[in-house]
């Protein structure tokens, strides 16, 4: 444990200095820098699961994927794109940005940094192994409700189980270090409400993510002790209640696709102002709105249960619940605009895929109101409405917001400007391949298919068809995004320190490519060129 | 004049959206009527929910789209300085506020009167399990199973799809008009969900509970509806057809149903008084493998992986009967392969093991007569 990167042996060949260099280190631009390649390559992996369901959907019949391996592709994607792409990405954004945001020299627990990523390769080598075992890999979808993944599960449960295990102490660990840093070492005068507010957004995912990974973890050891050590705390014959996993699982996974989110939020309104050349309108009511999200996310996740039989007076509270959550994320959405209106705007890239986040995010959030009136939800459930509802949130929410920030930080983290006209392409490509993907999944829902299905009936051919093609415009677009993210990599035009005329905030008062150790000596705040609009 | 042009744009609007409803297009773009009170009210739920979303994007997109234009840097150089109005935080906290209280109105008063399962003038107790409904007439009963009758060429692309393609059954559950029928939802195996867009009826079916919903369906006619929830391999091969017929029809249909009971079980005995051939148990084996058992154990008997075991040279079609025979009636706890001596009758279950000993290879030439399926049972 002596070794450290510090201290480097003379006479290494490049290979173990390499390897070394990026297993022991400690730094938190090079650990976020391993969490965004991480998530890169399983957004890719998880995007070919994608791609197979798809061509399957094309047409109706079975032509590539039969039933039970493509319930492994649903499940593997699903799992691989939450945990493996979302989680980690937002993560080594945080890792990247929030120590220079606040003007810290580094995380505070760096060592727990360095644990917290070196589980996950894995955790998802585990996930991803189960691919090739007899039996095949889970096949129940990301959900895993019991008894399909207890009694009739696959032999490779454990697999997952196990997989779960790691990823939830990743994220616990990755949590609580972000927490303890944001709370202890800002520089002095940046009191909390005066934090950018992708740091607010990250603050509040991480005590989301504190609170609910636990419970995860509970429902997967339950699974397992129900498999393998005679418990029936989901088997009905035993005395036990499948509807208890739901219950326990959607206790997690309601606050789990607000951590899926939130962060998005907060790059959205990092990147709005700056190229709005206008401060972000009502960054008191962002946090607050922020915080009523993540407190009534706790309370809604009986809304995905609506047809497990729930009594009415629960049925109600959980609607009236899911419906209030449109209050405050609606005055995001407000505040969103009111900063745009009567700026300066320009739209680089950064920009269009923020405003294409808002749009696309705000008509997923639409479906979800629908989907909380719990008449309309018996017809919705389950059905593709959904399947296009979550995407909406989630493609052009999560991705976007990642891949905004991609571009909006990536000249800060290499030094060099990406190509802007690639850029803007890749941006066109991909805003038009998610709504041909995803638009139409609306329509298929509203028309009665069910989904997480092989085969469909002829009517939902044509739709299903276009999705397809769209499916095939946005995974292709990816490799775009790759090209252009190494490009900027390799070199290009130098960036300056600023980088966006209007940027505000300390990452950018760092020079560019900003240096390995930063702020050693604790940054003043605020800096003299916040105040550039009112000069 | 204003009143006038009101008037035209109103019809203009009226008509507009009566050509959407009324087109071929939005029969497969938007929820459908349906047959019952309560699925229509649904229906104009999801329409006025999503007229609000609409009027609500076009606002703010519309705010969003005139800013982008209007203020872009090349038409509007000096950006404004505001960054917080407190009266303008207060209303758009406040009227999305009013706006969500003018939908949870009649989303609360719809879900009343669903959830009231009270006076049924008839109850079918409906049990999912991997992949096929078994509905049982519980005033009558009777009961029947109901599995999708789509031949595999056509999923196989062998042949060409039919028009109910995947959506038909060999078993529609027939129903009455204008009767409250309340459906008892249960499971033997995981989670299905039986779902009739038509009644606006979904419900799990989950082993261990028994859940409740209900429809008063008004026109006779023939409706499909499929599986909702993930239930394993042929999730996608789960459909529901309901037959329902006019009142004096449906009583007809019932005395009919239980006269043919009764004559099966004639037929039954005589099946067991006779030996049966090699021949003949292999020509009925070979339809009742291919109608229940192909699914998972391949036509070929060759099966899929561990999961689904390959028959052909199989441990237990190969080796001594009356484990076969066991295996064959009652199932093996905790796997997919499903007790079958109440789904099948005597004659079926012979010859399907007789056909398993004598198939793919197998060659015992075994043969297993009904009446050792009866004594068995």
């Known amino acids: 444990m002596a070794v450290t990167a510090d201290h480097a042996i003379p006479n290494r060949s490049p290979l173990i200095a390499f390897l070394s260099r990026w297993l022991l280190t400690t730094n938190h631009k090079e650990i976020g820098t391993l969490y965004l390649c991480l998530s890169f390559t399983l957004f890719f992996i998880a995007g070919a699961m994608a791609m197979v369901i798809r061509l399957e959907l094309f047409q109706p019949g079975i032509q590539f994927a039969e039933p039970l391996f493509y319930n492994q592709m649903v499940t593997m994607h699903g799992l691989l794109m939450v945990f493996g792409v979302v989680m980690p990405g937002f993560v080594g954004l945080a890792n990247w940005l929030i120590p220079m945001m606040i003007g810290a020299p580094d995380m505070a627990l760096p060592r727990l940094n360095n644990f917290s990523f070196w589980i996950l390769p894995f955790a998802f080598g585990l996930l991803l192994s189960t691919l090739f075992m007899e039996g095949g890999a889970p096949n129940f979808g990301w959900t895993f409700y019991a008894p399909l993944s207890t009694t009739y599960g696959p032999p490779s449960t454990d697999f997952f189980i196990l997989g779960v295990h790691l990823m939830g102490i990743s994220s616990v660990l990755g949590a609580i270090n972000i927490i303890v840093t944001i709370f202890n070492l800002r520089v002095e005068g940046m009191t909390l409400m005066k934090m950018p507010l992708f740091v607010w957004t990250w603050l509040i995912t991480a005590f989301l993510l504190v609170m609910v990974m636990p419970v995860l973890a509970g429902a997967v050891t339950m699974m397992l002790t129900d498999r393998h050590f005679g418990t029936s705390f989901f088997s009905a014959v035993g005395g036990g209640d499948p509807v208890l996993f739901q219950h326990v699982f959607w206790f997690f996974g309601h606050p789990e696709v607000y951590i899926l989110i939130l962060p998005g939020f907060g790059i959205a309104s990092q990147i709005i102002p700056t190229f709005a050349r206008k401060k972000l309108f009502g960054y008191h009511s962002m946090v607050y709105a922020t915080i009523a999200i993540a407190v009534l996310s706790f309370v809604v996740w009986g809304h995905h249960m609506f047809t497990t039989g729930m009594p009415l007076a629960a049925e109600l509270f959980v609607m009236y619940a899911t419906m209030l959550i449109a209050v405050p994320t609606g005055v995001k959405v407000f505040n969103w605009v009111a900063t745009m209106w009567r700026g300066s705007m320009t739209f680089e890239t950064p920009m269009l895929f923020a405003i294409g986040f808002v749009i696309l995010f705000t008509i997923g959030g639409f479906s979800g109101l629908m989907l909380a009136l719990v008449p309309v939800d018996f017809q919705y459930h389950d059905t593709f409405f959904v399947v296009a509802h979550f995407h909406y949130v989630l493609y052009p929410g999560a991705i976007f917001g990642i891949m905004s920030a991609v571009y909006y930080w990536l000249p800060k983290w290499t030094g060099n400007m990406y190509d802007e006209r690639l850029g803007k392409l890749h941006f066109w490509i991909a805003i038009v391949a998610v709504n041909m993907t995803f638009f139409p999944m609306h329509f298929l829902g509203l028309a009665g298919m069910p989904r997480r299905i092989v085969d469909y009936s002829l009517q939902f051919a044509d739709f299903n068809m276009v999705a397809s093609i769209g499916a095939g415009m946005l995974g292709m677009s990816q490799l775009l995004f790759l090209y252009i993210v190494v490009k900027c990599i390799r070199g290009g035009e130098k960036a300056s320190s600023r980088v966006w005329d209007s940027a505000e905030g300390l990452e950018w008062t760092l020079p560019s490519p900003a240096p390995l150790h930063t702020f050693t000596t604790p940054p003043k705040f605020p800096t003299p060129e916040e105040d550039y609009q009112h000069e | ?377």
């Open chain 2, 1 to 377: 004049m204003t009143s006038l042009i009101n008037r035209r744009c109103r019809g203009l609007i009226v008509s507009i959206l009566l050509a959407f409803s009324n087109s071929a297009f939005a029969a497969v773009m938007d929820l459908r009527p349906g047959v019952t009170d309560i699925s229509r009210r649904i229906l104009q739920l999801h329409h006025f929910s999503l007229a609000i979303c609409v009027v609500m994007a076009v606002l703010v997109f519309g705010a969003m789209f005139y800013s982008m234009y209007a203020h872009r840097r090349s038409k509007h150089p000096k950006p404004a300085d505001f960054h917080e109005s407190l009266l303008v935080e207060i209303i758009w906290t406040a009227v999305p506020v009013l706006i969500l209280i003018g939908l949870a109105i009649p989303a609360t008063s719809a879900l009343r009167e669903i959830e009231d399962n009270s006076n049924p003038d008839l109850t079918i107790l409906i049990t999912g399990s991997q992949w096929k409904w078994h509905y049982q007439y519980l005033d009558a009963d009777f009961g029947y199973y109901s599995n999708m009758s789509t031949p595999a060429e056509q999923i196989n692309n062998l042949e060409p799809k039919g028009r109910n393609y995947i959506l038909e059954v060999d078993n529609a559950l027939v129903l009455p008009t204008n009767k409250k029928v309340r459906f008892l939802t249960t499971s033997d195996d995981v989670i299905h969900s039986w779902w009739v867009p038509d009644f606006a009826v979904k419900q799990d079916a989950i082993p261990g509970y028994i859940n409740e919903a209900w429809a008063r369906i008004e026109v006779p006619g023939l409706f499909q509806g499929q599986c909702a929830e993930l239930c394993g391999k042929d999730h996608a091969y789960m459909p529901i057809e309901v037959e329902v017929l006019p009142e004096e029809e449906f009583d007809q249909w019932i005395l009919d149903q239980l006269l043919a009971i009764e004559l099966a079980s004639g037929q039954a005995v005589a099946d067991r008084a006779r030996t049966w051939t090699l021949a003949e148990l292999m020509d009925i084996g070979q339809t009742v493998f291919i109608d229940n058992c192909a699914t998972c154990h391949e036509a070929d008997g060759s099966g899929q992986g561990s999961t689904y075991p390959a028959l052909a040279g199989g441990e237990i079609p190969t080796g001594p009967m009356q484990t076969h025979i066991e295996r064959v009636m009652s199932g093996s706890v905790d796997t997919e392969m499903q007790a079958w001596a109440p789904q099948l009758s005597d004659l079926e279950l012979a010859s399907v093991i007789t056909y398993e000993r004598n198939a793919f290879g197998n060659d015992l030439g075994d043969i297993v007569q009904p009446l050792t399926i009866f004594e068995s049972r």
